[in-house]
């Protein structure tokens, strides 16, 4: 049984950075495509991007491309999205996400999620 | 990019009634469609792949249907449990995805 499990809550000022792991379980962690998806309060699920870590290439959404960093460490089975230049609209819960039976289509487990709140 | 559309935003419907979502691709997708349930406070949760494939343990009552831009996501019998934000989500043009916008469904 797979298990994500994301590094907790965060409270950032506009213009820092943060960075989100999410840790794996359960599973082979190279194989998987991991993605990362944000849903800010009251609004829909965003995808941002994702990796696949035995390629170790991340691929982004046009909208945070520049901005956002996804990376993977396959030692500790643990993926990273780090988000630069924060401002108020990146408040929001940052999902992680991959499925299990190898593949991208679609994603059958996710993280618990992690609150990033950006607040001067 | 492609862009997923997505309708009604709301829902309000019976415990007993057959609820229908509908959500349509800008361009042909195949059928590499898949919708998400998410209850309030939860991650999402996969309930249909490829369009039309139920995930395992996953309750009949769900069903979902269509190709290439145009798609129905249906609910048999609306059940108490089922008061959640659906979403579809394509994959055409991996490794890129996008979500419908989402649909809330309420209990009348």
């Known amino acids: 049984q797979v298990q994500l499990v994301q590094s907790g809550a965060e409270v950032k000022k506009p213009g820092s950075s943060v960075k989100v792991s999410c840790k794996a379980s359960?599973?082979?962690?190279?194989?998987?495509?991991i993605s990362w998806v944000r849903q800010a309060p009251g609004q829909g699920l965003e995808w941002m991007g994702g990796?696949?870590?035995?390629?170790?290439?991340?691929n982004y959404a046009q909208k945070f491309q520049g901005r956002v960093t996804i990376t993977a460490d396959e030692s500790t089975s643990t993926a990273y999205m780090e988000l630069s230049s924060l401002r108020s609209e990146d408040t929001a819960v940052y999902y992680c996400?991959?499925?299990?039976?190898?593949?991208?289509?679609?994603?059958?487990?996710w993280g618990q999620g992690t609150l990033v709140t950006v607040s001067s | 990019d492609i862009q997923m559309t997505q309708s009604p935003s709301s829902l309000s419907a019976s415990v007993g009634d057959r609820v229908t979502i509908t959500c349509q691709a800008s361009q042909d997708i195949s059928n590499y469609l898949n919708w998400y349930q998410q209850k309030p406070g939860k991650a999402p949760k996969l309930l249909i792949y490829d369009a039309s494939n139920l995930e395992t343990g996953v309750p009949s009552r769900f069903s979902g249907s269509g190709s290439g831009t145009d798609f129905t996501f249906t609910i048999s019998s609306l059940q108490p449990e089922d008061i959640a934000t659906y979403y579809c989500?394509?994959?055409?043009?991996?490794?890129?995805?996008?979500f419908g916008q989402g649909t809330k469904l309420e209990i009348k």
């Open positions: 989500q394509q994959y055409d043009n991996l490794p890129l995805y996008t």
């Open positions: 990796i696949i870590p035995i390629f170790g290439t991340a």
């Open positions: 996400a991959i499925f299990s039976g190898g593949g991208d289509t679609r994603f059958d487990y």
């Open positions: 359960g599973g082979t962690f190279s194989s998987y495509a």
